[in-house]
């Protein structure tokens, strides 16, 4: 049984009376809280819902009804295309868009690789406080303030057979080391190389039998390597500044601890730094994954669709398709596809942080 509570010692002692004289924790909102929550945010926000609606979900309707539709000339056919999905049915038989599928899948692979695992190595680096650190970390996050254009344009010029990268070769005396040891010289064709580097046809279709009959080599095209290098070089900067950012959060107790405990700087670096990075890894991995691929300018000025489609990824199919040949069912089954790509990545890491809070 609660005790009886002294009305005198509540109205003579100033901490008892500011206690019995707080609101109820579940009081009913003041009419302006009200006003404000049910009212004006919803005004507020209506207007760019609205366009959000228009702009993003009616636009990516439209889209799924022209990928369905006759629509493959300037005239405009919205019909329904006979039988259902024949232009999905279409691209993915052509050798073409296996082509896209492989590149853009090799692409995001080793340029999340080169970028994160580059990005990660500079943040350690500049973490240590070396001399000039500040300079650094301003020279490797430059490439990432320049567009995908002028980067494209500029390796494209590095890359070249002729005047690129392979005179710097010949200037060293890189070929004639190479000779004088009895090897050929090196005059490799970086972008205009058709070569399907470790291909996995022959091993995959022992597994799977129906990979035998694909019209491209699964493998790393060598054309593609070059393209790589020149994403990663831009990028890598904006890696390593979430990676700094990170290793801003992590405690130096945690560190001094490790270190009292006699770890090496290399396994506190290991064993302490770096696992709290994983956040960071995770984030860092899913907003470059993303751009990987639906990756466009970068390739368009670089390469194009390369030798034997070597280069050519999804963006460009897209463009040519709808602006080049008119075939605007295809190319909107192409965005269609690159939209459900993308939304593998971000949709299950937007699901998972809502879910967290």
Sequence with gaps: MNPPVDQSASATNPLAKS??????????????????????????????MILIVIFVYVFIAITVWVSLSNWHTLKIDMSLREPFGATYQQMFMMPRWHANLRNVFIFTALFLTVSIGFGLLLALLLDRKLIGHTIFRNVFLFPYSLSFIVTGIAWRWI??????INVLI?????????????????HPGWTTDPTVLFSLNNW????????KSLSIQLGIPAA??????????????????MYIAGLATVPNDLREAARIDGATEFQVYTKVVIPQLNPVTVSTAIILGHVSLKIFDLIFAMTGVGPGFATDVPGIFVFEQTFKATRYNLGAAASIV???????IIVPYLWTNLRKR
Excluded: C
């Design 19 to 48: 206690l019995t004289s707080r609101p109820a924790a579940h009081s009913k909102p003041s009419p302006k809280r009200r006003f404000s929550d049910y009212i004006l945010s919803p005004v507020i926000l209506s207007p760019a």
């Design 159 to 164: 890359f070249n057979p002729e005047t690129g």
């Design 170 to 186: 010949n200037a060293l005396g890189i070929n004639r080391l190479i000779v004088a040891l009895g090897g050929p010289p090196l």
């Design 204 to 211: 995959l279709g022992a597994i799977f039998p129906p990979v």
């Design 224 to 241: 593609l390597i070059p393209v790589v290098i020149a994403a990663a070089w831009q990028l890598t900067g904006f890696a390593m500044s």
């Design 338 to 344: 690159m939209l459900l790509l993308v939304s593998m």
